[in-house]
């Protein structure tokens, strides 16, 4: 089984400082995990993925996430939170075979708060 | 870019009733689609997969006759909520995999569809 824990629900930073969203996950697999942002009303956008190449994957927007095979981890981060990134963020695995090929696994979502 | 729509946005319909919500992928082709379901303040749970000319493959705990999913051309899923309840109210959101992408990891999301029961 495989499952995926988003370790904050709610998260609310100032405009400027870093951003830190937790994510560790489950899998008997090598994993292939992203990182989604839903804004309001808006579909699901991928932020960005990793699929076994290098560890520190760098997505759009100033987003990048550390896939840390010890403490099966993979934390989103950005160094300077905007106002335009305040949405509900999802960390997600993916099943890569068989009868579950691209399944998705979601984790529970965090919501970022960006304050002026 | 690849682009997937769904219809209606919202979608307000009586205790009793069937409604159907569409999914399609606009500039390209998918075999596979997903049906996902997200509650208020929850994350989406996959409902099924849905494959192109074949039956759609439900996960565990879902309904294959209360929720009905037909995947009749390569740019079109449909799911039908047939005899809605008020429980069924939720957000229904679906994906495409590109055709031309063999990895699973290309994966678009429509933008939703809210359904409520009265």
């Known amino acids: 089984a495989q499952s995926v824990t988003q370790l904050d629900s709610h998260v609310s930073v100032s405009e400027g400082t870093p951003v830190l969203l937790r994510c560790n996950y489950s899998s008997s697999y090598s994993p292939s995990l992203f990182w989604y942002v839903q804004h309001p009303n808006k579909g699901l956008q991928l932020l960005l993925k990793y699929t076994s190449a290098a560890t520190l994957v760098k997505g759009i927007n100033g987003f990048e996430a550390e896939f840390k095979k010890s403490e099966t981890s993979f934390h989103l981060t950005k160094p300077s939170a905007h106002m335009s990134d305040a949405a509900e963020y999802f960390c997600v695995l993916a099943n890569a075979g068989g009868t579950s090929y691209g399944k998705l696994t979601f984790g529970q979502g965090t919501i970022l708060t960006v304050h002026p | 870019g690849a682009v997937v729509s769904q219809h209606p946005s919202r979608v307000i319909c009586k205790s009793g009733t069937s409604v159907k919500i569409e999914c399609r992928s606009l500039?390209?082709?998918?075999?596979?689609m997903f049906w996902y379901r997200q509650f208020p303040k929850k994350s989406l749970m996959l409902m099924a997969t849905s494959n192109e000319g074949s039956k759609a493959t439900y996960e565990q705990g879902v309904e294959k006759d209360k929720f009905l999913i037909n995947h009749a051309s390569l740019t079109l899923s449909t799911l039908t909520v047939t005899s809605a309840h008020p429980e069924d109210s939720s957000f229904y959101i679906c994906?495409?995999?590109?055709?031309?992408?063999?990895?699973?990891?290309?994966?678009?999301f429509g933008p939703g569809t809210r359904l409520t029961v009265t």
């Open positions: 994906s495409a995999i590109p055709d031309r992408a063999p990895s699973f990891d290309e994966q678009y």
């Open positions: 500039d390209f082709q998918a075999t596979t």
